[in-house]
C-alpha cells in the first residue's frame, strides 16, 4: 500500500496547532490543495476582523510563491 500522507503537511500544520494552543497564532489565513487538484481557503481569528492586513499577508505568501517559480532560494518568515 502506497503511503500518501504528506509528512510535511502533517508537521506544519502542528506547528502551527502548537503556535494556537500558546497564544502565538492569533489568526489564519490560508488555502489547502485537497485530492483531485481541489482546493480549500478560509480566513479565521482576528484576520476575520482585519481583512486588510489578510490581504497583506496574502500579498507576501503570493511574492514567496513568485520566488518559488523563479527558483529563487532566498524566501523569508517572520515566525
Known amino acids: 500500500m ?3 500522507i504528506s509528512r510535511d503537511v502533517v508537521e506544519a500544520f502542528e506547528q502551527l496547532a502548537e503556535g494556537a ?5 492569533v489568526g489564519a489565513i490560508f488555502g489547502v490543495a485537497v485530492k483531485g487538484r481541489r482546493y480549500h481557503v478560509n480566513v479565521a481569528g482576528t484576520l476575520t476582523k482585519d481583512p486588510t492586513y489578510a490581504r497583506g499577508i496574502c500579498a507576501a505568501i503570493d511574492d514567496e510563491l513568485m520566488h518559488m517559480v523563479q ?3 532566498d524566501a523569508e518568515s517572520t515566525i
Open 21 to 25: 494552543r500558546q497564544g502565538l497564532i
Open 71 to 73: 527558483g529563487r532560494a
Open 2 to 4: 502506497r503511503d500518501t
